[in-house]
């Protein structure tokens, strides 16, 4: 990797600050967020400002440039990363460490007094914008909304903003008719006495009418807001997506419908001054709902006093909430997913020895199992595959200038899951194909008694996943080691792989409790820096429980594995099992064998079957 | 207990909302919080405010009168208390319950437009006030200061405010000199670049001169405020305690001392005309500290600009982490306390069968074992001696209307501790003086996993003590159980029995990381409604740990028990425990025998010294 050079490019940008076709008023530092209009995780490639300014593309990071500097906000998983990729006009603000200034401080410490700090306010979710406004006013700056986005005035190849067709999902694999969906927000709308409620995150638009698309890699979601009244609908997209006959018929466009369940199709780049008209219509104590973390540019188009903010929104809520279809949508995906996987590691076992597999080779081998099972679509994040040292970097991607061959000395470790018409899957295993050493075997059972423990937790109804992170660690504590990242995060049904409002982290306190139908990730690890990465990570679905004495009828609850590949044996240390752990593994490995077993059958794919017998053998503990 | 009837006084209260001699301008609700304006736990009689004007004396309470309503909001503990203690005047608030407005919006619901609603300015925390106040500004009304408390004025025979002796503690138990406290607190205040430090919290103002009062029953506190500057210390208290010699040598009042060791005594009532002096003279960049949960009254003193609000203070957190003359007062006073309570259970093992003791006498008998204990002060709070159903009720003081008598078919909890000069105890025992049934012994064992889980721990420097709350409850919730309070409190040194910033609680996320020398209490427990309570509480210190790979060199922590009392092992069911688990018990018992058996030696204490020895027999599973 060699630096972007950016001189150029900052200059024009610092020109671009003082120039009054663009700015009001000169501004004297301009923040460039990570983010998009949506404040979605995963961007596109036109959405890709604060790499195109500074040469840094992690998933994480905030450029700031003024008329002196240039600098760089990112967390521990980047360091590395983005002081390869930025040449030296950069300062790279490592968060996390002590002496690492806010960008508060950082920006008072080096403007000018009376300063401007502009910003795109799309891209600025407000409740960043009211933290960083308060702190710059308070030491006598102003942070200002910049209307046009400055990047895009100097970006010349921006590419331009994707709009590809959509999928429409039928009952089959929704559960429920976007018109139900509609009559449950409404009533959830009644229920706070708000008159309406704005859509801005993609994930929930696309969840909301039962659409998917695929404007951004890996996530099946598009580029649109929705804006839904007690009695109005209105949909605000582009291009010719409306034309799609399956789409018109999907959204009854055509259909004489009582006029609440109308969909009025508007253009995406109308959402602001609609949402002003709705802002300046409101008669006294009609609210407007929207996401605490909506853009400052749609939180202002209503006036405070109308505004009712929250940090979850009730389709974010109902969304990580599976129904009876999505779950066994979910379920199927991750058998599909568990076929391909058996094939991969059974073609790994095979092929590693003869030295020719590399990172790369493997990710896209993987892909290809995964893309000839049914109704698969696309990756649904960028394949982890890494080997020795490359494991120990949790975020890791191969590329050629780091790509590793596989060997039967180093430990493996693959990331990866799918979108399938029917669910999302996100799976991670790590394999030796050789000989472990006991050290190695030694952490790897204690990543796995973490993970057991979380997966085979029993809790209270109302519990919030963040109180189970704990029990992932307690193995490894034990022994003075422990994981810099959280535990588990939600997973969208052929929806985002990372969805909010519940998880299993350490870091947050403000997730949803977790509640039967949620599904989460768990995936504890070990990283040995500079030698291996260890992390086993199932989809679970939370289930109910059967014990005892029920929590007075609060009701109990637990998870179910929906990943269903075998966790490899090779890498055990029996002795270190408890007795209830062995079972764990052992019905575990018998599920697989039952569940994927009959799905490798069914697909005549008898060599991959062997592999997973004998992986699943049940284990015993060496007397 | 009968209701007090407060017809009179909430029409009294009614007429001074309007009396221009203490309001200018009418209040239509008037908010009488819990506590003092130091906000403390724990109250003088003369502050019990809320309970005089509504008869509810619980720990936890807030009480809002309008000119039509009057509104008691306390939370589960206190249901049944309140409704006892109220007349029909009064609308009891079950917070925590889903249909329960709060306060905000119960005023919002009742008060005519443009209303305001007063609250005396020295009571109310700074942060509170702000919540409450833009609630109440965004619907129209307002809140505002009333400098004169208005329950003072119809409270006729209010309580003088205590003024009793101080107690100097002299470096052997303190380890640090108050100079050196202060020195250390100014680089505090220095890094962060503050002028000023105001000392607000009763036990922090005690912690940093060194010095003890009998102000508040059970809290070795005294009213003052301390503010310091970079080159003053001014210390603002009444009455003629700094004639005491003994003051005023230990404070060095009559010295000759460089003049930023030279303390200024003020009048208590002063405090908020000096603040304001300095609020007025502060240059720019001049800030002032204080804890944002200071009183409005005292954060209002000092200009926005120049505030720095925390929530933990510097004092508060160097107060937690104890040094060794500390930690060794602790380990003495848990000694004295076990010899006080191996005394108690021997007594209570030859009483209980005759009938006669009752949860009073009990109470009584363990306050008389602990006061022939040297340096004993006083009790660390009100005894929870509690039998049977009585036992469930988590904040139980038995009172002559519930007295019961202990006997051999129930279980009897003691939750209970003292001050003594060295140091501040708080223990729970469960036991039962007959044969405990098969499904009462499960339970008692699920809350000792639990206890040891905690105690046994072992987690990387850095970790804060929510994250070990669900250690306590894994093995509860294995079978359908669970506590509804959390598991630990900070424990001061011959200070408050609570105290911050530290704790394991599932309610807080707040807390400070655990680091070694702080101690916490480890208290898990299970209540089973109109039957039995359960609780096992031990005071923990926390140590550095030995692990086997130290958290590449970040360091490990676990407790050690300061506790030292037996666990009564009639209640174990054995086979419930893993090995580990039992060998924790035998361990413990072990060092209760060497630790405590010795001081019963030496005081001479044979027969509880038998008594001890027959506890502590190691338990063997059942083959």
Redo the contacts between chains.
Sequence with gaps: MSPKITTELLKQLRQVMKNPRYVQEPVQAYIVPSGDAHQSEYIAPCDCRRAFISGFDGSAGTAIVTEQHAAMWTDGRYFLQAAHQMDSNWTLMKMGLKDTPTQEDWLVSVLPEGSKVGVDPFIIPADQWKRMSKALR?AGHDLVPVKENLINTIWTDCPQRPCKPLITLDLSYTGISWRDKIVALRSKMAERKVMWFVVTALDEVAWLFNLRGSDVEYNPVFFAYAVIGMNTIRLFIDGDRMMDPAVREHLQLDSTLEPEFKIQVMPYGSILSELQAVGAGLSPKEKVWLSDKASYALTEAIPK?YRYLTPYTPICIAKAVKNAAETEGMRRAHIKDAVALCELFNWLEKEVPKGTITEIVAADKAEEFRSQQKDFVELSFATISSTGPNGAIIHYKPVPETNRTLSVNEIYLLDSGAQYKDGTTDVTRTMHFGTPSAYEKECFTYVLKGHIAVSA????NGTKGH?????A??AL??????YLHGTGHGVGSFLNVHEGPCGIS?KT?ADEPLEAGMIVSDEPGYYEDGSFGIRIENVVLVIPAE?????KN?G?LTFEPLTLVPIQTKMIDVNLLTEKELNWVNEYHQRCREVVGAELERQGRHEALRWLLRETEPLARVQ
């Design positions: 308070s006093a937790a029993i809790f209270p109180l189970l992170d704990s029990f660690r307690s504590w034990d022994c003075g080691l422990d350490y306190f014990t005892k004495y029920n929590f609060r109990s």
